[in-house]
């Protein structure tokens, strides 16, 4: 597709089950991000990959959450043992290269996450 | 790891009116990046400048850099409605980390 594409838009989960996040970001990209944004909040950063390797996992909130990487394309956010606090809009976005190269950032729509 | 700071948090003003927001940050960079964000959904990318320049214009949007000062500042001429939005800026860090952004209501 032309855009990043996050699936799914919209997830509503029981607390205490596993989630995935699935971020499909513009063919060719090498960099992507992940975000979380709760409501009237900025964004809260979770983790970003260089090819498929993510140099820095320390955005993660706790080791419930996991994210990978593969082919250097799509890349999952997993979410175990939902907990009511982890809902938020989770956002994604990838980049040629990498802001440092100075090339803009796509981002996808989100996935709204809702554990109840 | 570094990110941009912005100010203010909100800001409300009327319709024709200039809006001005700024972004702070600590350490030296190569670039900076403005982005906006409507509805709380996925933000788009609004303009960079990078460190050896020291103004940016594109259409109603005029961002300034001051290395010096280590901040900079998207203006919003003529401002409508529609600008209502949130607008994040971020640093050149390989991670892209955005702050709490600003704000921007327009009221007609």
């Known amino acids: 597709g032309a855009g990043v594409s996050q699936s799914p838009s919209n997830k509503v989960t029981e607390k205490g089950k596993d989630v995935e996040l699935r971020c499909d970001p513009i063919?060719?990209?090498?960099?992507l991000y992940w975000y979380r944004q709760s409501l009237g909040q900025g964004l809260e950063f979770l983790i970003y990959?260089?090819?498929?390797?993510?140099?820095?996992k320390s955005g993660l909130p706790s080791d419930r959450f996991s994210a990978e990487r593969t082919g250097g394309s799509v890349s999952t956010l997993t979410i175990q043992r939902t907990q009511q606090e982890d809902s938020a809009v989770y956002l994604c976005?990838?980049?040629?290269?990498?802001?440092?190269?100075?090339?803009?950032?796509?981002f996808g729509q989100g996935t709204r996450l809702t554990v109840v | 790891s570094q990110q941009g700071e912005e100010d203010p948090q909100a800001l409300s003003i009327q319709e024709g009116e200039n809006a001005t927001m700024n972004c702070s940050y600590k350490t030296s960079i190569n670039n900076l990046q403005w982005y906006r964000q409507n509805s709380g959904r996925g933000l788009v990318h609004l303009i960079l400048i990078r460190s050896n320049e020291r103004e940016k214009h594109s259409g109603r949007l005029r961002v300034t850099l001051d290395t010096s000062k280590k901040s900079s500042s998207l203006l919003i001429t003529a401002s409508r409605a529609a600008d209502t939005a949130s607008y994040f800026c971020?640093?050149?860090?390989?991670?892209?980390?955005f702050g709490a952004g600003t704000r921007l209501t327009v009221k007609p």
């Open positions: 063919s060719g990209h090498t960099a």
């Open positions: 971020a640093t050149d860090a390989a991670d892209m980390r």
């Open positions: 990959f260089q090819g498929n390797s993510a140099p820095d």
């Open positions: 976005a990838s980049s040629l290269i990498s802001s440092r190269a100075g090339t803009e950032a796509f």
